[in-house]
């Protein structure tokens, strides 16, 4: 389908008080094409283009809510992590005394959560878009990618204020970055486009079959136990790293605390990671695409 | 004159088995996976699938400037008709082609919030309904005084009562000034004054030229409104015509229906 903004009604220059039907003057081609067949994943990325405004609105909609909604507002997206990283830092640091790089280990933990939790959410509230959205969706068009694509940007605000934490407890703990740090944007791309195309995936399958929005939680548990979210990668056999990278969030949760820490980079873990992040997203954008007409039907 | 909407043998089908079901879900697909291959072997034929046309083969155009009402009885497809042109739903088969932005207004609010404000929820179902956000903010001032609800700006409209709520969601969709308006019983809400102050918004907006598509159950309403009806039975095309001609031809239709 295509969009031409441009087409508008224009006044015909009659003379003044003569009893002017403004007269329309149509555009060649059909700016609106309705067709049986799907639409390309390229049209679909267009219309999403041409809906940017909407889309800065939903991920502004849902911000305003939940700080409305909520007492504590801000701070959750501040404690999920702190708390979780604060347990773990007793248990799994101190009582469990697993290693961390030699980074203190509540530093290190939270590290991992971060992205982790920025992954996890996106997914989780990703899977619920359509479904949520419903009410909206069968009553206005709108390129329907919009939705769980807002949720990933609402995520992603949340990542960045709980971030300003991370910055404090490195500051607290008296530790510098290195050059290393210009690598952090790369990887939070990463985990981006990672999360968009797991969420679509899911938003998709959610609108679909029903249950699986029950069967994700557990899902994504049992994901961040085969990450190195609480534990580092270096406590994985060496004959067994290959298999272990093949795990998408490791090699971005790897990348993350290499480039904010100053550790080595580990690159096959992360080239392979950038990989299986780029086709999943690919694959899962234009299944999305496929099957969103079809999803409409039933929801 | 060249039509501004051209529809092409448009047919909707809908499905309901277990494929397509609601609220279908993951125990369902495995079972029926796991049950074909046995029923085949057994020579049993899986259920055949339920389907149900909402639209055969529909053609019709548009003059650019029109206002086109569609009626008939509930279920004959109308709503499908329009999910369509506003593409909401996408056909089985045929074609539309529009030389135009089209705006559609199914209902009234659509994603308004509760817990957002008054002055918020324009901007937000402005939006959704395909407004720009420049666009808005010029007609801030209009909307607000068209729903008369300047006191409550920022207060959250859950605290409204269902008359102001129910007047800014208009305001709001009066202001979508599209080339194409698809309107869908948007006026079927409200008393009396409120519907009254409907028929005069949607006078102002054909007298600007715009084409304007409109489904409704108030004949009256039709008759005065649209020069050209469409009469929709069944998910076929049954009359097309001057308001009058069609709108007797479909009351004499439904007498005789009850008579029998």
Same mark, same amino acid.
């Given at each position: 389908?295509?969009?031409?903004?441009?087409?508008?009604?224009?006044?015909? =220059?009659?003379?003044?008080?003569?009893?002017?039907?403004? =007269?329309?003057?149509?555009?060649?081609?059909?700016?609106?094409?309705?067709?049986? @067949?799907?639409?390309?994943?390229?049209?679909?990325?267009?219309?999403?283009?041409?809906?940017?405004?909407?889309? &800065?609105?939903?991920?502004?909609?849902?911000?305003?809510?939940?700080?409305?909604?909520?007492?504590?507002?801000?701070?959750?997206?501040?404690?999920?992590?702190?708390?979780?990283?604060?347990? /773990?830092?007793? /248990?799994?640091?101190?009582?469990?005394?697993?290693?961390?790089?030699?980074?203190?280990?509540?530093?290190?933990?939270?590290?991992? !959560?971060?992205?982790?939790?920025?992954?996890?959410?996106?997914?989780?509230?990703?899977?619920?878009?359509?479904?949520? $959205? $419903?009410?909206?969706?069968?009553?206005? #068009?709108?390129?329907?990618?919009?939705?769980?694509?807002?949720?990933?940007?609402?995520?992603?605000?949340?990542? !960045?204020?709980?971030?300003?934490?991370? %910055?404090? !407890?490195?500051?607290?703990?008296?530790? =510098?970055?290195?050059?290393?740090?210009?690598? /952090?944007?790369?990887?939070?791309?990463?985990?981006?486009?990672?999360?968009?195309?797991?969420?679509?995936?899911? @938003?998709?399958?959610?609108?679909? &079959?029903?249950?699986?929005? @029950? %069967?994700?939680?557990?899902?994504?548990?049992?994901?961040?136990?085969?990450?190195?979210?609480?534990?580092?990668?270096?406590?994985?056999?060496?004959?067994?790293?290959?298999? #272990?990278?093949?795990?998408?969030?490791?090699?971005?949760?790897?990348? %993350?605390?290499?480039?904010?820490?100053?550790?080595?980079?580990?690159?096959?873990?992360?080239?392979?990671?950038a990989v299986i992040t780029l086709a999943t997203l690919i694959y899962f954008v234009h299944y999305f695409c496929r099957k969103q007409d079809s999803l409409i039907d039933v929801l | 004159m060249r039509p501004i909407i051209e529809v092409r043998n448009l047919s909707k089908r809908y499905c309901f088995d277990n494929r397509v079901l609601a609220n279908r879900n993951l125990r369902e697909v495995f079972v029926k996976a796991l049950k074909s291959p046995v029923e085949r072997f057994y020579g049993r034929k899986p259920a055949p699938e339920t389907e149900f046309w909402a639209l055969r083969n529909i053609s019709f155009e548009v003059e650019p400037g029109e206002v086109l009402g569609i009626i008939g009885r509930n279920g004959a497809g109308k709503s499908t008709l329009l999910k369509i042109l506003s593409r909401i739903v996408k056909p089985t088969m045929g074609e539309v082609d529009m030389y135009g932005r089209p705006g559609s207004l199914l209902e009234i609010g659509t994603g308004f919030h509760p817990d957002l404000t008054g002055r918020e929820n324009v901007f937000l179902n402005g939006t959704i309904i395909g407004m720009k956000q420049g666009e808005i903010k010029n007609k801030f001032d209009e909307i607000v005084a068209f729903a008369g609800v300047e006191q409550f700006l920022d207060v959250p409209i859950k605290y409204y009562s269902s008359g102001m709520y129910l007047r800014l969601a208009f305001a709001v969709a009066a202001h979508l000034k599209p080339d194409i308006l698809i309107l869908d019983e948007v006026m079927a809400v409200g008393d009396a004054e409120f519907q009254k102050k409907c028929q005069a918004k949607m006078k102002e907006i054909s007298g600007e030229g715009r084409t304007v598509i409109f489904v409704s159950h108030d004949l009256m309403s039709v008759m005065k409104l649209c020069g050209r009806v469409l009469l929709i039975e069944a998910g076929q095309l049954l009359d097309v015509g001057e308001a009058e001609g069609v709108i007797s031809n479909y009351l004499q239709n439904l007498s005789g229906a009850t008579a029998n």
């Amino acid at each position: 389908m295509m969009i031409n903004e441009e087409a508008s009604v224009v006044v015909s =220059h009659l003379p003044e008080g003569s009893l002017a039907v403004p =007269h329309p003057i149509l555009p060649e081609e059909p700016t609106i094409k309705i067709r049986p @067949a799907s639409a390309s994943v390229l049209s679909n990325l267009r219309e999403v283009w041409t809906h940017r405004e909407l889309l &800065y609105f939903l991920i502004w909609r849902d911000l305003k809510v939940r700080y409305k909604q909520t007492i504590l507002g801000a701070a959750w997206v501040i404690l999920q992590p702190l708390l979780m990283a604060l347990v /773990f830092a007793v /248990f799994i640091g101190k009582l469990a005394r697993v290693t961390s790089d030699g980074v203190p280990y509540a530093v290190f933990a939270y590290a991992g !959560l971060l992205p982790w939790l920025f992954f996890s959410n996106s997914v989780a509230s990703g899977s619920h878009s359509l479904v949520a $959205n $419903n009410y909206v969706v069968t009553k206005v #068009y709108f390129p329907r990618l919009i939705l769980p694509i807002a949720v990933v940007g609402v995520r992603l605000v949340d990542f !960045l204020v709980a971030f300003s934490v991370l %910055v404090c !407890l490195m500051f607290y703990y008296g530790m =510098h970055v290195t050059w290393s740090v210009f690598m /952090f944007p790369v990887f939070i791309m990463q985990i981006v486009l990672l999360a968009l195309g797991i969420g679509v995936w899911f @938003a998709a399958l959610n609108a679909g &079959y029903r249950d699986v929005g @029950a %069967v994700l939680p557990v899902a994504l548990q049992l994901w961040m136990f085969i990450s190195p979210i609480i534990y580092p990668a270096s406590t994985v056999p060496p004959n067994w790293r290959l298999l #272990y990278a093949f795990n998408p969030v490791s090699g971005i949760v790897e990348g %993350v605390r290499a480039s904010l820490f100053g550790l080595p980079f580990n690159w096959t873990s992360i080239a392979i990671s950038a990989v299986i992040t780029l086709a999943t997203l690919i694959y899962f954008v234009h299944y999305f695409c496929r099957k969103q007409d079809s999803l409409i039907d039933v929801l | 004159m060249r039509p501004i909407i051209e529809v092409r043998n448009l047919s909707k089908r809908y499905c309901f088995d277990n494929r397509v079901l609601a609220n279908r879900n993951l125990r369902e697909v495995f079972v029926k996976a796991l049950k074909s291959p046995v029923e085949r072997f057994y020579g049993r034929k899986p259920a055949p699938e339920t389907e149900f046309w909402a639209l055969r083969n529909i053609s019709f155009e548009v003059e650019p400037g029109e206002v086109l009402g569609i009626i008939g009885r509930n279920g004959a497809g109308k709503s499908t008709l329009l999910k369509i042109l506003s593409r909401i739903v996408k056909p089985t088969m045929g074609e539309v082609d529009m030389y135009g932005r089209p705006g559609s207004l199914l209902e009234i609010g659509t994603g308004f919030h509760p817990d957002l404000t008054g002055r918020e929820n324009v901007f937000l179902n402005g939006t959704i309904i395909g407004m720009k956000q420049g666009e808005i903010k010029n007609k801030f001032d209009e909307i607000v005084a068209f729903a008369g609800v300047e006191q409550f700006l920022d207060v959250p409209i859950k605290y409204y009562s269902s008359g102001m709520y129910l007047r800014l969601a208009f305001a709001v969709a009066a202001h979508l000034k599209p080339d194409i308006l698809i309107l869908d019983e948007v006026m079927a809400v409200g008393d009396a004054e409120f519907q009254k102050k409907c028929q005069a918004k949607m006078k102002e907006i054909s007298g600007e030229g715009r084409t304007v598509i409109f489904v409704s159950h108030d004949l009256m309403s039709v008759m005065k409104l649209c020069g050209r009806v469409l009469l929709i039975e069944a998910g076929q095309l049954l009359d097309v015509g001057e308001a009058e001609g069609v709108i007797s031809n479909y009351l004499q239709n439904l007498s005789g229906a009850t008579a029998n």
